[in-house]
Every structure is written in structure tokens, then in C-alpha cells.
């Protein structure tokens, strides 16, 4: 039995929704133009791809997105890389995240700001405004200009927000880490781009401690020669502030440029806005250069559209900003909803912290990882019968593959009467290809669809769409928010080597994927993490499904590990508390994937660990691990790790099992 025929309907979209979500209002708002009529979201999506410009016009008018000079076309160049995106555009991307911050609306809430260390912090759109206008009038005071990089070093809350939108009005290119990050992480990212201001925390707070760093960051700013001006939050009430000569704290920023309004700088729509990094786990990280009015107009079509957000509406996102869903999260503002910001431990002072603050909060849309969505369900709790989550209408999940079961606990102990949108994508494109739209059903285990205006399909290694079962997630046709290009990359090679070496012409996005007959979406990993034993090609995500359901295992990582022409599976595993790797564990491990999955899938090495490695923004590092199995001799940036010890511990046991290859 295959596994699409594993995926039953859990959710379902009413009449109502049907008629009333954003997106079934465009359709019908398309339809009265002369456009379709669509059957159903499928027709709406071929219709988006076949007519690629009309349909980006299109999104721009019904989303009520601003500029100061219309485009002559949508699209000048087709070419990928180097499409062209409506050109002779100029626009803010800050004018238009703040567009609703007027009239009646100046009085609704636009920021909600929770952390482990200070009171929750609630702002009007009018007061956010205000302080946008203060802070860029400080920045311009210390000579920041149009072009200029502006960094923070940011938790994610109300400061994060006020700096970006102050930056990207003046024309500068925001870019943030988290500041937990190690300075030579920090350094290896902000030092390729020079930034002219710094923005950035005293400490932070997490699980409950709190951590200084006031020293560490003095560090910091001695390593970035180009600034001029750095502004110090306190993050930590009561901690000093950075020190050093070009520092002035936030409070003092604001009252310096207090009573003027932002400036709303037009830029070009290939304008720099964002500048977002690569996990950085071989070497410094790539710098990915998100352009104005292609990053706007697909994130109003991801938020507005697919999420169904909109004024009225109260969005939380569990994310750092050192991740892309921190940017996709502050997007939101142009919907005119309700922000929520969380920083600190998900999982403190309970599990059920993200949960008690989205009933308190009468949160509408709620975004986290399926890693948290695990926990959830490993943990045995029920937010669904002990708290209040009417308002929940959306989950977001993204981060990695989100198993069938989790879909079941969604649906049972979870939000049973929510939409369920695992959504799929990158630091690449800041967005997504496939996600939600709540105009279909969900299927457990499975995607909901490709997003309107993504030409997304799985490719063989002929460079042909696959007729059935997995291939490479491709996109065939330009999207707004592909980079423009990468930093100090002057010729484009090193843009075209990530996305257009496989197939030219045809983006790569390195997932290995599967379109269903639904018109779904599984994804099984990252196509560069792909096993193949006996020349079998297997999704990691197909393993962890089956280990990561059993209730002895906390955590797992599979690679493969190269032996005389072939590859063997190791799985690594981390117990749950009070639990071993005893040979009744592994048998039953073995079983458990040979039925589950197939007899390939079963690996030929289970080995216990303590912890499994992961990045910064949550994602687990195969490539690394897999290098340590195969006795490669790339160094890993162990920086970009948030417990780069897992590594140690993981050779450690390959040495001990004799596995560590020979050096």
C-alpha cells in the first residue's frame, strides 16, 4: 500500500469558509473581472502559472498593496536566474506593512510582545508608527543612508519589528541574528555585509535562566569596523548596557527622533530589503539578498491569501530572528492583524506555555515547528479539552516534514477544528512553494497543494517531471521572491551553482518531494541527505516517521554511510528519559520500519546517542553527521550549530562502535 493511499480527509473546509476566506473572495473577485470561472483551487492554480503576469497584477490590486510609481510590466525578464520584476516600480516596503496604520485602526493593537524577562509590552499601530518614525530619524542622525545595512542582534519582540521597519523605511536593507548565537557566528555573518548600524540586545533570557552579554557584544562590535552608531536594548532590565563610544541606548534613540514621522524612501523593487544567511554548517554562510517588491507581493499572497490573515485576526509565530519565519511573521503587519511575539523556551515554564498564551491571546493563526508539535504529542498533552482555543482558526507548521501522526494528534488533542497547514520552503525564497490554501481539505501525512503562482514538480534525474512517486522539488517558472542575488557574488556563479546546476533554467530546491493525486505534497528530506542502499533512492523523513512515533525514542538522525559501492543506513537515536537501546528496543525498531516503511529502510547500524545536532533555526544537521560517518575531510561550522557538542558525542560513538572511519 502506497503512502498516499495512507491519507484520509481530516479537515475540511465549510461552505462558509469556502465562500468567505480571503482567497475564495479573490476567486470570485477574479471571476466578476472575466477571469475563469474556477472550478476549485486547482483551476485557480493552473490559471496563476499559465498566466503568470496577470495573475502577480492581480494579487498586488486585490491585497491593496502601495507605490509611489506603478510598474510599466510585470515582468521585464523571464530569464531564471535574472528575472526582472516590475520594472520602473518604486515603492517602501515599511509603507506598506504600515498602510493600515491609520484612521481607526492607528488604536488597534499591532504588537503584543511576551519574554522570559520583561512584562508583556502591548502596541497600537499608531504608537509603532511613531516609534518607526523616532528610530529612523535617529539612525539618519548618525548618517545612515539608503543602502546601508542595519543588523540586529534581536530577540524576537517589539525592538526586532521597530528596527526593521525604521531601516527598510529609509531605504536601508535589514538583516537580524539571534543573540544567542557564538560571536564568530555573528561575525561570519554580518562581517561579509558590513553593516553601518548595529542594533543589539544586553542578554536574553531562556528556560528560565538568563544569560549576560554585554562583553561577548563589546567583542562584537569591535569586529564590525563600518559602524557608526549602535543602539543597546535592555533586554535584560537592570543589566548595563554595551558598552563602548558609538553606543546610545534604545530609550534614548527614540526620544532623540521622537515627533518625526518615517520617510516612507521609494526604492527601485529589485531594492535590497532583507539580507537572510544560509545555516553556514560548511563555512561561512551564503548571504541571500531578498528584493523589495518580489519579497511584498508573494508574502501578501502566502499571508493574506493561502493564510486567510487580516485585520481583526491575532498571529503568532514561534520563531528567532536568526530564522526566516521571523521576517514571514513581521509580513503580518500588512494584513493590519495583531502580532504576538514570543522569545525564550518554548518549552518553559511548561510544554504548554505556546498553548496557555494562544487561548489568552484569542489567537487566530498559530505558527511552530513539527518538532514542537512532536513534543506536544509524545508528551501526551490535550490543549484541545483543557483550554479555550475557539478563536485558533490556522496552524502553521514548517521546519521539517510533519508525520501522519501528528496530524492525528492535531486532530484529536490538538485544535480538531482548525485548519492544519504544514507549509514548505526556505531561507531562499523567504516563503514557501507548497503549503495551505482553505479552500481544500487537509489529508493526513500529506501537503495541502503548490501555492498559486508556483510552477512546482518533482523532477527525475533526466530533468523530466516523474509521472508518479518522488523526485526533486523544482519550480519551472520565476517567483517573486527568489533572490536577487547573493552578497559580493559580483558575477552571479555562486547563485547559479546553488539553485541552476542541476537543471538550468530550472530553480533546484534541494527537498526531495512527492506530488499525490490529490494534488498534495509529501516531503521526505533534503535531497542532498537522500539515501541510497542498493541504488534504492529513500527519503530520511520515511524513517523518521516510523522511529519518531515510537514512544522509547525521543529524538533521532539517520545518513548513509558509503561501503564498497553501496550505502548503509545508520540510524542514530536518543531515548526518551528512563529508556536504553536494549536489544528488545532495536528488534523492535527494526520491525516497526521493515513493516512500516520497507525492508531498504531498515538500517544496518542503530546506534545510541545523547543528542542529536541541530541548527540554529531547529533543523537537523545529516550532512555534518553524514560527514563524520564517511571520514570526509570538510570542516563543519560548528558556530552555526545550537549544540555543536552533539558532534563530539557523535564521534565519540562511532569511535566506540567502530564506525569512525580510518584516517
Known sequence: MSFTELSPVVWTPSEDTLDNARMGRFKAWLEDQGYGPFADYHALHRWSVDDLETFWTKVWDYCGLICETPATKVLGKRDMPGAEWFPGMKLNFAANLLRLAEGDHANQEAIVAYCETRPV???????????????????????????????????????????????????????????????????????????????????????????????????????????????????????????????????????????????????DPDHPVYILYSSGTTGKPKCIVHGTAGLLVNHAKELILHGDIGPGDRFLYFT???????????????????????????????????????????????????????????????????????????????????????????????????????????????????????????RRGEIQCSLLGVDAVAYGDDGKPVKQGRGELVCRQPLPSMPVAFWDDADGERYRSAYFKSFPGVWAHGDFIEFTEHGGAIIYGRSDATLNPGGVRIGTAEIYRQVETEAAIKDSLVVGRQIEGDVEVVLFVVPAEGQQLTDELLNQLKVRIRKGASPRHVPKHIVQVPDIPYTRSGKKVELAVARLVNGSSKADNRDALGNPEALDQIRDRLAEVNLLPKT
Not at 228 to 241: D, F, H, R, T, Y
Not at 401 to 425: K, Q, R, V
Open 320 to 442: 528567532t530572528c536568526g530564522w526566516m519565519m521571523w521576517n514571514w511573521q513581521a509580513s503580518a503587519l500588512l494584513t493590519g492583524a495583531a502580532v504576538i511575539t514570543v522569545d525564550g523556551s518554548p518549552g518553559y515554564p511548561s510544554l504548554s506555555f505556546l498553548w496557555d498564551t494562544v487561548a489568552a491571546e484569542h489567537v487566530t493563526h498559530f505558527g511552530t515547528s513539527a518538532r514542537f508539535i512532536a513534543g506536544c504529542r509524545k508528551a501526551e498533552m490535550s490543549p484541545a479539552h483543557t483550554l479555550d482555543l475557539s478563536s485558533l482558526r490556522v496552524v502553521f507548521s514548517t521546519g521539517s516534514p510533519l508525520l501522519p501522526e501528528d496530524y492525528d494528534w492535531m486532530y484529536s488533542h490538538g485544535a480538531p477544528e482548525a485548519l492544519l497547514g504544514s507549509i514548505a520552503g526556505g531561507t531562499d525564497i523567504c516563503g514557501c512553494f507548497v503549503g495551505s490554501t482553505p479552500m481544500l481539505p487537509v
Open 121 to 267: 509590552l502591548r502596541r497600537t499601530y499608531g504608537e509603532l508608527k511613531a516609534d518607526v518614525g523616532a528610530l529612523e530619524a535617529f539612525l539618519r542622525s548618525k548618517g545612515i543612508e539608503k543602502g546601508d545595512r542595519v543588523a540586529g542582534v534581536v530577540t524576537n519582540g517589539y525592538e526586532a519589528i521597530v528596527g526593521m521597519l525604521a531601516a527598510t523605511s529609509l531605504g536601508a536593507i535589514w538583516s537580524s541574528a539571534s543573540p544567542d548565537f557564538g560571536i564568530n557566528a555573528i561575525l561570519d555573518r554580518f562581517g561579509q555585509i558590513e553593516p553601518s548600524a548595529l542594533i543589539v540586545v544586553n542578554g536574553y533570557g531562556y528556560g528560565g535562566k538568563t544569560f549576560a552579554r554585554q562583553q561577548d557584544f563589546a567583542e562584537l562590535v569591535a569586529g564590525l569596523q563600518s559602524l557608526k552608531c549602535v543602539i543597546s536594548v535592555e533586554q535584560l532590565p537592570g543589566e548595563a548596557a554595551i558598552p563602548g563610544e558609538l553606543v546610545t541606548t534604545w530609550d534614548a534613540a527614540l526620544a532623540s527622533g521622537a515627533g518625526q514621522a518615517p520617510s516612507y524612501t521609494p526604492v
